[in-house]
C-alpha cells in the first residue's frame, strides 16, 4: 500500500501552462508504475500519461500527447505532469494513481487536484 497526495491544481487560461505532482508515502514507491488519470464532470475517468518504475519509459493519451510530460523522482517519492499549451477541455480533476502496469489504474489513488483551464 501506498498513500498518495496530489497537489499543484489551479485556474489557468488557455494556452497557459501548470504542473501538478503526487507525493507517495512508503518505502515501496519505486516499485510501482505511476498514472495520471483525470475525470471531467459528467465524464468518466480517463488515462492521462503513466511512467513506468524506473522512469525510462512514458506514456500518452493521444490528447495530450506533445503537450504534457510525466516524470518521476524515486529518491523524493514524487510523481510530476508538466501540463503546457492547456486547453479548455483539459479541465478535470487529476488523479495520481500507483499501479503494477502503466495504463491500467491499480487501486492506490490520491485525493484528486482541480484543473481548470478558462477559455
Known amino acids: 500500500q501506498v498513500q498518495l497526495v496530489e497537489s499543484g491544481g489551479g485556474l489557468v487560461q488557455a494556452g497557459g501552462s501548470l504542473r501538478v505532482s503526487c507525493t507517495a508515502s512508503?518505502?515501496?514507491?519505486?516499485?510501482?508504475?505511476m498514472n495520471w488519470f483525470r475525470q471531467a464532470p459528467g465524464k468518466e475517468r480517463e488515462f492521462v500519461a503513466g511512467?513506468?518504475?524506473?522512469?525510462?519509459?512514458?506514456y500518452y493519451a493521444p490528447s495530450v500527447k506533445g503537450r504534457f510530460t510525466i516524470s518521476r523522482d524515486n529518491a523524493k517519492n514524487t510523481v510530476s505532469l508538466q501540463m503546457n499549451s492547456l486547453k479548455p477541455e483539459d479541465t478535470a480533476v487529476y488523479y495520481c494513481?500507483?499501479?503494477?502496469?502503466?495504463?491500467?489504474?491499480?487501486?492506490?489513488w490520491g485525493q484528486g487536484t482541480q484543473v481548470t483551464v478558462s477559455s
Open positions: 511512467i513506468h518504475q524506473g522512469g525510462a519509459s512514458t
Open positions: 494513481n500507483a499501479a503494477w502496469v502503466v495504463g491500467t489504474p491499480g487501486d492506490n
Open positions: 512508503g518505502r515501496t514507491f519505486s516499485m510501482y508504475a
